[in-house]
C-alpha cells in the first residue's frame, strides 16, 4: 500500500485551486497598451467590444495535474517492500553464503552479528539442500563446498577475521563458479558483509548464472565509535657523524564523526618504547606525528608504531623494518689513465640512495672475491683476455651485471658470447660531422628517465669515435648512431644483464660525458644491471612475498628456506611454485635460508583505506551481480537499520513524480504559448 | 528584415536602432556625420578666412599656393599656413521631451531616435565651425544650453543626461524661448506635435520673429502612422493616463486618416510662414534627415 513519508505536505493540494481561481480571474484582465497620445483615437466613435469566452480546460487540467505531481513529491511516497525469501518454484537449493572476513568487520560487534547472519542463512538449509561457505576479503577461500547443513555450520563456525580489505568482485566469481557448477535447481548467494565502498570498483564482471538469486545482509549498524587508523609511515634517513639515523614520521586519520583528544601515539623499535607523542584529531582529520630519530645499529631493525585500542583495533598498529643502507658495489676495469675514467668515476659518485662504492682494477687483476662481492662490473674501454672473459661470462650467468664501454682499446676474445654483439672497427668522425644518437629506445628503463620534454637531450650530442658493433641474434637495440649503426645494445645472460655502449666514456670520443644527461645515464644504467629495487619498509597485506627478496644471495648455494609468518606458521619455500606466497597476516615475516645466515625481515601492514568504513548501497553489487536489487534479509532486516543511502533509494519514487511535474510545467508552458500566440 | 539600398555609401550605417545600442552620443554623432560627409565626396565646407590658426609641415599633395614662404626662407623647410574657418551661424535644437516621445514599437523611442538626430546635427554644424546650442523643453523649458562655437561637448552631456519624463505643450516654452535667439540663425525643431495644427503653428511662429531659419522635424513611431495593433484592448494615454478601449481592427482606417490629415495639416501651415517641415519616421535611417537639413541650408543661402 502507498505510504508518504511527508503526509503534511498534502496539504497543499488545497493550492490546486490556485490555477482554477487564475482562469476564472486572468480573462477579466486586459494588457494595456500605452501609446503616446490618444488625441486621434478619442475623436473615433467607441465601439462595444464583444467579450470572448475562452474555455481552456487543457490548460487548466495540465496546469492542476502538474501541480498535484509536485505536492505528491514532496510528500515522499513508498511501497513498502515484501518479504524477498518468498522464493518463487521449488525444489533443493544450492546456498553460497559469502562472509566478509576483511578487518573492518572487527569494528564494534559486526563480527558476531555477521556469524550469527552466516549461521542463520545455513541453518535454514533442509535435507536435500546443499550449503557452501565462502570467506572473502582481498582474495576468497572455499572453507565448505557444497555439503550438508551441519558441515556447513562447522564451517561457519572455525571462520576467522583476516587482515585483508573486502574486494566483492573476487568472492562473487568464486560464488558464480559454485553456482555453475550445481545440478540443484535453486541456486541463492547470501552476501554477509559490512558493504564498505571501498570494496566495489563497478560490475568488475561479478555475474551470476542466470536465475540465481542474491540476498544481501548488511551488518555495518551504527558507525559513530571512536576509530583511529594509522595510515602511513614515512623514514627519513639522515647521516651524523658517520652514523645513520632515521627520523620516523607517522600518518594517522581519525575516520569517526567523533573528536579523539590526546591520543598516545608510541613508537617501539624492536620491542623497546622509542617514544610517545599526543595527538588530537578532530572528526574526520588526518595529521602525522614525529619522532625523535634514531641510529640504524643492525640490519632489520623492526618498529611498529602503536596507538590504544579503539572499536576497529586491527589498523592501530603499523609495522616496518628499516636496515642500514647498503652501497651498491661497483667494479671499474681499466688500463688507462685516470684521465680516461675521470668522467666515469664522477659519474659514479654523485648521488645517494643508493650510493655507489666504486674499486678499480686491471683486469688481471681482480679476485673472484671481489667480482663476488660486485653487483655491476663496468670495462672501461678495456682489451679483455680469454681467460677473464670467462670469469666475467660466469659472473653474468649468477646474475651479476656488466657494462661495456667500447672505445679504441676495446676488445673481446669471439670465443666467449657474453657480449650483445661483436665489437668490429673503429669508425672515426673526428673531421667533419660528428656523429650523432638518432634513434633512442625510451620505453627501456635505462632511458625512461629521458622520456619527457626538456628531460635531457641526446640529439645534441656528438660522438667523434665509436666502434662498429654487429648485433647478436637475442640483443635488444637501445640506441643508434645517425649512420644507422648500434649504439648501445642489451642482452641478458642467464640471471645477469650486459649493457655495451660502442663507444668510449671519456671526452675524447664524445662530448657526452661532459653533459649533464652523463651522470644520469650512467646510474640508470648501473641501477638497471644491478636489478636494484629500493628497501621497502613495509608491504600491505594481500600482496605476494617478492622472489627477489627471499632468493638467495648470487653466487650462495641455494638451500631450502622457511618463512615464518607473524603467527609462528612456517611454510617452507623449497620448489619454483610455492614461491608464490601471499602475504595475509599483519606483523614481520621471516624468510629464513642456511643455517647461520641472517633471516630477510618483511613487515606487512594492512591496508589503510579498509578502516574507511563509508558504507555503500547492496543494491548497486545486486544489480550487477544479478541484474535486478537484491534481497534484504529479512531475519536482518528488521534488527539493522538500512544506510541512508539504501533508504533514498527505497523511496526514490518523488523524482519520478517530480519529473513528470516538471515535463506537465512544460507542456504548460508552450500550450499557454501557443494560445496566447493564437488569441 | 528587408534590406535597405541606398544612395550613399556608408548610410547603412545609419540605422537608427543598430545607433541607439552603441550608447555614447559622441561617438554615433561623429560616426554618422564623418561617414555622411566622406559619402558626399566632397566636403561641403572650404576652410578659408584670414583668422591664421597654425602652421603644419609640408606633405605631398598640399596646395602650394597655401604654403609660407617666409618661413621658407627663413627655416628652409616648407610649412603650411591654417586659419580658422569662419563660423557666424548660430544654431540650436529645440527638443520636445514630453512624455510622449518615449515611446518606441521597434527597438528604439521616438526620443533616442530625436537624441541621436540632435547629435548628428549638432556635430555636423559644429564640423562647419558654427555656433551650436540646445533646448529641452516639454510644458516648460528643461534644459538651455546657448549657442557657442565652445559648447559641443555639453551638449553632448545634457543629451544624455535629459529623460521624457511630463506632459508637453508647445506654446508655453516655445513662447519664452523665442525671446532668447535675439541672434539671426537656424533653429531646428523636433517634436511629435500632438497638438492641433493651429496650435503648433502659434506656438511655433514666434521663433521665426527675429529673422531665424525654422526646420521642423516631426518624429512619429511606424505604429503611430500604421496602428498596427491587433486585439482588442485599453489604450492608455502616456501623458495623460486616460484609458479608451480600443478595437484597433474597426479603429485602423480612421485613424490613418486623422493621422494623415494632421500631417497635411501640419506641411500646409508650415510651407505657408516658410518653415521647412520633415515627417520622420524612426524606423527610417538617419541620413534622410540629415540630407533634409543640408537641402533646406543650401536652399535658404541661395533665397537670401
Given at each position: 500500500m502507498l505510504q508518504f513519508l511527508a503526509p503534511l505536505f498534502l496539504v497543499a493540494l488545497a493550492g490546486l485551486a490556485i490555477p482554477v481561481v487564475l482562469h476564472l480571474t486572468q480573462?477579466?484582465?486586459?494588457?494595456?497598451?500605452?501609446?503616446?497620445?490618444?488625441?486621434?483615437v478619442r475623436r473615433i466613435p467607441y465601439q462595444s467590444v464583444r467579450r470572448r469566452k475562452i474555455h481552456n480546460w487543457l490548460l487548466l487540467f495540465v496546469r492542476m495535474a502538474a501541480l498535484a505531481l509536485l505536492i505528491a513529491a514532496f510528500a515522499r511516497p513508498l511501497f513498502p517492500r515484501a518479504s524477498p525469501l518468498v522464493l518463487p518454484g521449488g525444489g533443493a537449493r544450492e546456498v553460497v553464503v559469502l562472509l566478509d572476513t576483511s578487518y573492518s568487520m572487527g569494528y564494534g560487534d559486526r563480527w558476531e552479528r555477521a556469524r550469527r547472519a552466516a549461521r542463520e542463512a545455513v541453518a535454514g538449509l533442509s535435507v536435500p539442500d546443499r550449503g557452501s561457505v565462502v570467506l572473502f576479503s582481498s582474495g576468497s577461500e572455499i572453507v565448505a563446498r557444497s555439503v550438508e547443513r551441519d558441515k556447513a555450520l562447522a564451517a561457519v563456525d572455525t571462520a576467522k577475521l583476516s587482515a585483508g580489505a573486502t574486494r566483492y568482485a573476487p568472492a562473487l566469481k568464486v560464488a558464480g563458479s559454485i553456482l555453475s557448477d550445481t545440478k540443484l535447481p535453486r541456486r541463492e548467494v547470501v552476501?554477509?558483509?559490512?558493504?564498505?565502498?571501498n570494496g566495489w570498483r563497478g560490475e568488475e564482471g561479478a555475474r551470476l548464472p542466470a536465475g540465481a538469486k542474491l540476498t544481501t545482509v548488511p551488518v555495518a549498524g551504527q558507525v559513530d565509535r571512536p576509530n583511529v587508523g594509522i595510515t602511513s609511515v614515512a623514514l627519513t634517513r639522515q647521516v651524523v657523524n658517520n652514523q645513520e639515523r632515521v627520523e620516523v614520521t607517522a600518518g594517522l586519520v581519525n575516520r569517526s564523526t567523533r573528536p579523539v583528544e590526546n591520543l598516545a601515539v608510541k613508537l617501539e623499535m624492536g620491542n623497546i618504547p622509542h617514544g610517545t607523542q599526543s595527538l588530537?584529531?578532530?572528526?574526520?582529520?588526518?595529521?602525522?606525528?614525529?619522532?625523535?630519530?634514531?641510529?640504524?645499529?643492525?640490519?632489520?631493525?623492526?618498529?611498529?608504531?602503536?596507538?590504544?585500542?579503539?572499536?576497529?583495533?586491527?589498523?592501530?598498529?603499523?609495522?616496518?623494518?628499516?636496515?642500514?643502507?647498503?652501497?651498491?658495489?661497483?667494479?671499474?676495469?681499466?688500463?688507462?689513465t685516470g684521465e680516461s675514467r675521470r668522467f666515469l668515476l664522477d659519474a659514479l659518485s654523485a648521488g645517494d640512495?643508493?650510493?655507489?662504492?666504486?674499486?678499480?682494477?686491471?683486469?688481471?687483476?681482480?679476485?673472484?672475491?671481489?667480482?663476488?662481492?660486485?653487483?655491476?662490473?663496468?670495462?672501461?674501454?678495456?682489451?679483455?683476455?680469454?681467460?677473464?672473459?670467462?670469469?666475467?661470462?660466469?659472473?653474468?650467468?649468477?646474475g651479476g651485471g656488466l657494462l661495456v664501454a667500447a672505445g679504441g682499446r676495446a676488445s673481446w676474445p669471439p670465443e666467449v658470447a657474453t657480449l650483445p654483439g661483436a665489437i668490429g672497427n673503429n669508425v672515426d668522425r673526428r673531421t667533419g660531422e660528428p656523429a650523432r644518437i638518432s634513434v633512442?629506445?625510451?620505453?627501456?628503463?635505462?632511458?625512461?628517465?629521458?622520456?619527457g620534454p626538456r628531460n635531457g637531450n641526446f640529439s645534441s650530442a656528438k660522438v667523434f669515435t665509436y666502434r662498429s658493433v654487429n648485433p647478436s641474434k637475442d640483443a635488444q637495440l637501445l640506441a643508434r648512431f645517425d649512420g644507422g649503426s648500434p649504439a648501445a645494445l642489451e642482452r641478458r645472460v642467464g640471471n645477469g644483464r650486459v649493457l655495451l655502449w660502442a663507444s668510449a666514456l671519456d671526452r675524447e670520443a664524445s662530448d657526452l660525458p661532459i653533459r649533464g644527461i652523463f651522470p644520469v645515464l650512467v646510474r640508470q644504467s648501473v641501477l638497471y644491471l644491478a636489478s636494484y629495487r629500493p628497501d621497502q619498509a613495509s608491504v600491505t597485506v594481500g600482496q605476494v612475498l617478492d622472489p627477489s627478496v627471499a632468493a638467495a644471495p648470487r653466487g650462495a648455494p641455494s638451500a631450502p628456506r622457511v618463512v615464518l609468518t607473524p603467527s609462528g606458521r612456517r611454510v617452507p619455500l623449497q620448489d619454483e611454485e610455492a614461491e608464490v606466497l601471499e602475504l595475509s597476516e599483519q606483523g614481520f615475516y621471516e624468510v629464513r635460508g642456511a643455517t647461520?645466515?641472517?633471516?630477510?625481515?618483511?613487515?606487512?601492514?594492512?591496508?589503510?583505506?579498509?578502516?574507511?568504513?563509508?558504507?555503500?548501497?547492496?543494491n548497486?553489487?545486486?544489480?550487477?551481480?544479478?541484474?535486478?536489487?537484491g534481497a534484504s534479509d529479512p531475519s536482518s532486516g528488521r534488527s539493522e537499520p538500512l544506510t541512508p543511502e539504501a533508504q533514498e533509494n527505497n523511496q526514490r519514487l518523488w523524482q519520478y513524480l517530480l519529473f513528470a511535474g516538471v515535463l506537465l510545467l512544460g507542456v504548460d508552458t508552450v500550450l499557454s504559448n501557443r494560445l496566447a500566440a493564437k488569441g | 528584415m528587408a534590406v535597405e539600398i541606398h544612395a550613399i555609401p556608408g548610410a547603412r550605417f545609419m540605422d537608427p536602432v543598430v545607433l541607439a545600442r552603441i550608447g555614447n552620443l559622441e561617438l554615433v554623432s561623429r560616426a554618422v556625420v564623418d561617414g555622411f560627409i566622406n559619402g558626399l565626396h566632397k566636403a561641403p565646407y572650404f576652410g578659408a578666412s584670414v583668422d591664421f590658426a597654425e602652421h603644419r609641415g609640408y606633405v605631398p599633395g598640399d596646395d602650394i599656393r597655401r604654403m609660407d614662404w617666409k618661413l621658407w626662407a627663413r627655416t628652409d623647410r616648407y610649412y603650411i599656413k591654417e586659419y580658422e574657418a569662419e563660423s557666424n551661424m548660430n544654431f540650436s535644437v529645440l527638443l520636445d521631451v514630453s512624455k510622449s516621445m518615449d515611446y518606441g514599437?521597434?527597438?528604439?523611442?521616438?526620443f533616442e531616435f530625436a537624441r541621436i538626430l540632435t547629435a548628428c546635427l549638432t556635430n555636423l554644424v559644429h564640423h562647419q565651425r558654427d555656433r551650436v546650442g540646445f533646448v529641452a523643453f516639454d510644458d516648460d523649458v528643461v534644459e538651455f544650453v546657448p549657442s557657442s562655437a565652445k559648447h559641443m561637448e555639453t551638449i553632448l552631456h545634457v543629451l544624455e543626461r535629459v529623460k521624457p519624463g511630463r506632459p508637453g505643450s508647445l506654446k508655453a516654452p516655445l513662447h519664452k524661448l523665442a525671446e532668447h535667439f535675439g541672434r539671426r540663425g537656424v533653429l531646428v525643431v523636433i517634436s511629435d506635435f500632438y497638438e492641433e495644427p493651429d496650435a503648433v503653428l502659434d506656438a511655433i511662429s514666434p521663433l521665426r520673429f527675429r529673422g531665424n531659419d525654422l526646420i521642423v522635424f516631426h518624429v512619429l513611431d511606424p505604429s503611430e502612422l500604421e496602428f498596427g495593433f491587433g486585439d482588442a484592448q485599453p489604450f492608455e494615454d502616456l501623458e495623460s493616463g486616460e484609458q479608451l478601449p480600443v478595437v484597433p481592427e474597426a479603429f485602423r482606417d480612421e485613424y490613418r486618416s486623422l493621422v494623415q490629415a494632421h500631417v497635411d495639416a501640419l506641411q500646409r501651415s508650415f510651407s505657408g510662414v516658410r518653415v521647412d517641415y520633415t515627417l520622420l519616421d524612426t524606423s527610417k535611417p538617419l541620413d534622410h534627415a540629415l540630407f533634409r537639413y543640408l537641402n533646406s541650408r543650401s536652399r535658404t543661402m541661395k533665397i537670401r
Amino acid at each position: 500500500m502507498l505510504q508518504f513519508l511527508a503526509p503534511l505536505f498534502l496539504v497543499a493540494l488545497a493550492g490546486l485551486a490556485i490555477p482554477v481561481v487564475l482562469h476564472l480571474t486572468q480573462r477579466e484582465k486586459k494588457q494595456i497598451i500605452r501609446f503616446p497620445s490618444l488625441m486621434f483615437v478619442r475623436r473615433i466613435p467607441y465601439q462595444s467590444v464583444r467579450r470572448r469566452k475562452i474555455h481552456n480546460w487543457l490548460l487548466l487540467f495540465v496546469r492542476m495535474a502538474a501541480l498535484a505531481l509536485l505536492i505528491a513529491a514532496f510528500a515522499r511516497p513508498l511501497f513498502p517492500r515484501a518479504s524477498p525469501l518468498v522464493l518463487p518454484g521449488g525444489g533443493a537449493r544450492e546456498v553460497v553464503v559469502l562472509l566478509d572476513t576483511s578487518y573492518s568487520m572487527g569494528y564494534g560487534d559486526r563480527w558476531e552479528r555477521a556469524r550469527r547472519a552466516a549461521r542463520e542463512a545455513v541453518a535454514g538449509l533442509s535435507v536435500p539442500d546443499r550449503g557452501s561457505v565462502v570467506l572473502f576479503s582481498s582474495g576468497s577461500e572455499i572453507v565448505a563446498r557444497s555439503v550438508e547443513r551441519d558441515k556447513a555450520l562447522a564451517a561457519v563456525d572455525t571462520a576467522k577475521l583476516s587482515a585483508g580489505a573486502t574486494r566483492y568482485a573476487p568472492a562473487l566469481k568464486v560464488a558464480g563458479s559454485i553456482l555453475s557448477d550445481t545440478k540443484l535447481p535453486r541456486r541463492e548467494v547470501v552476501l554477509v558483509s559490512d558493504f564498505q565502498s571501498n570494496g566495489w570498483r563497478g560490475e568488475e564482471g561479478a555475474r551470476l548464472p542466470a536465475g540465481a538469486k542474491l540476498t544481501t545482509v548488511p551488518v555495518a549498524g551504527q558507525v559513530d565509535r571512536p576509530n583511529v587508523g594509522i595510515t602511513s609511515v614515512a623514514l627519513t634517513r639522515q647521516v651524523v657523524n658517520n652514523q645513520e639515523r632515521v627520523e620516523v614520521t607517522a600518518g594517522l586519520v581519525n575516520r569517526s564523526t567523533r573528536p579523539v583528544e590526546n591520543l598516545a601515539v608510541k613508537l617501539e623499535m624492536g620491542n623497546i618504547p622509542h617514544g610517545t607523542q599526543s595527538l588530537t584529531l578532530p572528526p574526520g582529520a588526518s595529521s602525522t606525528v614525529k619522532f625523535e630519530p634514531f641510529n640504524i645499529n643492525s640490519r632489520n631493525m623492526r618498529g611498529v608504531v602503536k596507538i590504544g585500542d579503539d572499536a576497529l583495533p586491527t589498523d592501530n598498529a603499523y609495522y616496518f623494518v628499516v636496515s642500514p643502507a647498503q652501497p651498491l658495489r661497483v667494479m671499474v676495469m681499466d688500463r688507462g689513465t685516470g684521465e680516461s675514467r675521470r668522467f666515469l668515476l664522477d659519474a659514479l659518485s654523485a648521488g645517494d640512495s643508493p650510493k655507489f662504492e666504486t674499486i678499480v682494477r686491471q683486469p688481471e687483476a681482480v679476485s673472484d672475491e671481489e667480482l663476488r662481492r660486485s653487483a655491476v662490473v663496468v670495462l672501461n674501454d678495456v682489451s679483455i683476455a680469454q681467460n677473464v672473459a670467462r670469469r666475467l661470462d660466469r659472473y653474468v650467468m649468477e646474475g651479476g651485471g656488466l657494462l661495456v664501454a667500447a672505445g679504441g682499446r676495446a676488445s673481446w676474445p669471439p670465443e666467449v658470447a657474453t657480449l650483445p654483439g661483436a665489437i668490429g672497427n673503429n669508425v672515426d668522425r673526428r673531421t667533419g660531422e660528428p656523429a650523432r644518437i638518432s634513434v633512442l629506445e625510451y620505453g627501456h628503463p635505462v632511458f625512461e628517465q629521458f622520456r619527457g620534454p626538456r628531460n635531457g637531450n641526446f640529439s645534441s650530442a656528438k660522438v667523434f669515435t665509436y666502434r662498429s658493433v654487429n648485433p647478436s641474434k637475442d640483443a635488444q637495440l637501445l640506441a643508434r648512431f645517425d649512420g644507422g649503426s648500434p649504439a648501445a645494445l642489451e642482452r641478458r645472460v642467464g640471471n645477469g644483464r650486459v649493457l655495451l655502449w660502442a663507444s668510449a666514456l671519456d671526452r675524447e670520443a664524445s662530448d657526452l660525458p661532459i653533459r649533464g644527461i652523463f651522470p644520469v645515464l650512467v646510474r640508470q644504467s648501473v641501477l638497471y644491471l644491478a636489478s636494484y629495487r629500493p628497501d621497502q619498509a613495509s608491504v600491505t597485506v594481500g600482496q605476494v612475498l617478492d622472489p627477489s627478496v627471499a632468493a638467495a644471495p648470487r653466487g650462495a648455494p641455494s638451500a631450502p628456506r622457511v618463512v615464518l609468518t607473524p603467527s609462528g606458521r612456517r611454510v617452507p619455500l623449497q620448489d619454483e611454485e610455492a614461491e608464490v606466497l601471499e602475504l595475509s597476516e599483519q606483523g614481520f615475516y621471516e624468510v629464513r635460508g642456511a643455517t647461520g645466515s641472517e633471516p630477510t625481515v618483511i613487515a606487512s601492514n594492512v591496508d589503510p583505506m579498509e578502516s574507511d568504513l563509508t558504507p555503500m548501497d547492496p543494491n548497486d553489487i545486486a544489480v550487477a551481480a544479478v541484474g535486478e536489487p537484491g534481497a534484504s534479509d529479512p531475519s536482518s532486516g528488521r534488527s539493522e537499520p538500512l544506510t541512508p543511502e539504501a533508504q533514498e533509494n527505497n523511496q526514490r519514487l518523488w523524482q519520478y513524480l517530480l519529473f513528470a511535474g516538471v515535463l506537465l510545467l512544460g507542456v504548460d508552458t508552450v500550450l499557454s504559448n501557443r494560445l496566447a500566440a493564437k488569441g | 528584415m528587408a534590406v535597405e539600398i541606398h544612395a550613399i555609401p556608408g548610410a547603412r550605417f545609419m540605422d537608427p536602432v543598430v545607433l541607439a545600442r552603441i550608447g555614447n552620443l559622441e561617438l554615433v554623432s561623429r560616426a554618422v556625420v564623418d561617414g555622411f560627409i566622406n559619402g558626399l565626396h566632397k566636403a561641403p565646407y572650404f576652410g578659408a578666412s584670414v583668422d591664421f590658426a597654425e602652421h603644419r609641415g609640408y606633405v605631398p599633395g598640399d596646395d602650394i599656393r597655401r604654403m609660407d614662404w617666409k618661413l621658407w626662407a627663413r627655416t628652409d623647410r616648407y610649412y603650411i599656413k591654417e586659419y580658422e574657418a569662419e563660423s557666424n551661424m548660430n544654431f540650436s535644437v529645440l527638443l520636445d521631451v514630453s512624455k510622449s516621445m518615449d515611446y518606441g514599437s521597434r527597438g528604439i523611442t521616438k526620443f533616442e531616435f530625436a537624441r541621436i538626430l540632435t547629435a548628428c546635427l549638432t556635430n555636423l554644424v559644429h564640423h562647419q565651425r558654427d555656433r551650436v546650442g540646445f533646448v529641452a523643453f516639454d510644458d516648460d523649458v528643461v534644459e538651455f544650453v546657448p549657442s557657442s562655437a565652445k559648447h559641443m561637448e555639453t551638449i553632448l552631456h545634457v543629451l544624455e543626461r535629459v529623460k521624457p519624463g511630463r506632459p508637453g505643450s508647445l506654446k508655453a516654452p516655445l513662447h519664452k524661448l523665442a525671446e532668447h535667439f535675439g541672434r539671426r540663425g537656424v533653429l531646428v525643431v523636433i517634436s511629435d506635435f500632438y497638438e492641433e495644427p493651429d496650435a503648433v503653428l502659434d506656438a511655433i511662429s514666434p521663433l521665426r520673429f527675429r529673422g531665424n531659419d525654422l526646420i521642423v522635424f516631426h518624429v512619429l513611431d511606424p505604429s503611430e502612422l500604421e496602428f498596427g495593433f491587433g486585439d482588442a484592448q485599453p489604450f492608455e494615454d502616456l501623458e495623460s493616463g486616460e484609458q479608451l478601449p480600443v478595437v484597433p481592427e474597426a479603429f485602423r482606417d480612421e485613424y490613418r486618416s486623422l493621422v494623415q490629415a494632421h500631417v497635411d495639416a501640419l506641411q500646409r501651415s508650415f510651407s505657408g510662414v516658410r518653415v521647412d517641415y520633415t515627417l520622420l519616421d524612426t524606423s527610417k535611417p538617419l541620413d534622410h534627415a540629415l540630407f533634409r537639413y543640408l537641402n533646406s541650408r543650401s536652399r535658404t543661402m541661395k533665397i537670401r
